[in-house]
């Protein structure tokens, strides 16, 4: 978890690898409940950015094409984040994620 949040905090990609039930999908709901940007309930967590995610559920039917589109949509998202921003420092009040679930099956 501590990893996680310190990835996305600094722009750092991440992958979190493991067998099943070693919490991967818990760890990412965890983040998205807690960094919420202005909106988070502790004054912790209003420090950090707001996470946007843009899940891909993969299966064997996945294919490059597929998440490629996912990770295009995401990367628009987080320009469009960036021109909205005030401060003009290209959506640092927003940091989004493509997450990749059950990527072993792709």
Same mark, same amino acid.
């Given at each position: 978890?501590?990893? &996680?949040?310190?990835?996305? &905090? +600094?722009?750092?990609? =991440?992958?979190?690898?493991?067998?099943?039930?070693?919490? %991967?999908?818990?760890?990412?709901? =965890?983040?998205?409940? +807690?960094?919420?940007?202005?909106?988070?309930?502790?004054?912790?967590?209003?420090?950090?950015?707001?996470?946007?995610?843009?899940?891909?559920?993969?299966?064997?039917?996945?294919? !490059?094409?597929?998440?490629r589109?996912?990770?295009? %949509?995401?990367? !628009?998202?987080?320009? +469009?984040?960036? !021109?909205? +921003?005030?401060?003009?420092?290209?959506?640092?009040?927003?940091?989004?994620?493509?997450?990749?679930?059950?990527?072993?099956l792709?």
């Amino acid at each position: 978890l501590f990893v &996680a949040i310190t990835c996305i &905090a +600094n722009l750092i990609p =991440v992958f979190v690898v493991g067998k099943p039930g070693s919490s %991967k999908t818990l760890t990412m709901q =965890v983040i998205q409940s +807690n960094l919420q940007g202005e909106r988070s309930r502790s004054d912790f967590w209003r420090q950090f950015p707001q996470v946007n995610t843009f899940n891909y559920q993969c299966s064997p039917l996945s294919t !490059a094409h597929g998440i490629r589109v996912q990770y295009d %949509k995401a990367c !628009a998202f987080q320009e +469009n984040q960036g !021109a909205h +921003n005030d401060e003009g420092d290209q959506g640092r009040r927003h940091t989004t994620i493509l997450l990749l679930d059950e990527v072993g099956l792709a």
